[in-house]
């Protein structure tokens, strides 16, 4: 497979990549910044200079030309402000929606967050971070053309993977190391029977690819 990822420079879509190439999928991540290129490179990516806040979702699609799945692993990042979550969290993400459907690319997982709700109240930067991706997951899933999938993370610690999550539409908070985000992208790529599922994500005891099968089966 052909895999493009949005915010291929991020913590987890490095360690998605570095998961992907070595399962021989062709790997592209876009990227803001050209100085990141080598990162990906040295992950086995393809890199491709893009910044979704900016572009037009023709030249969105001309990156996801001739991919069989996009993820969107984007986002603006701890310290950012309200109007970059709107711009980044839901704006690019719907781009990169809308982009994909464009380029004919039908498989789309996005990485959302626990608590995303286009409804969510309250005025800090968290809570407008929460609307956002709510608001993203919402469209994303509405969108006719796409096959996709919401991935919402429990909160993220650089700690070892163990490959042991629980991973279910709901599972109450708690933590999960990146490691075991990527690995568990990496399964749901592959996993189309998971496709218009929200599943949550924290740390468990059932190994990743078990936990995404038994999930798309349960939906």
Known sequence: MRIVIAGGHGQIALRLERLLAARDHEVAGIIRKPEQAEDLRKAGAEAVVLDLESASVEEAAAALEGADAAVFAAGAGPGSTTERKDTVDRGAAVLFADAAQRAGVRRYVIVSSMGADPDHEGDDVFDHYLRAKGAADVYVLSK????ATVLRPGMLTNDAGTGLVNLAPSTGRGPVPRDDVA??????VETPATVGLTLELI?????VAEAVRGSGSAG
């Open 144 to 147: 006719q053309g796409l096959d």
């Open 183 to 188: 690995a568990t992208l990496a399964e749901l």
């Open 203 to 207: 740390s468990g005891t059932v190994p």
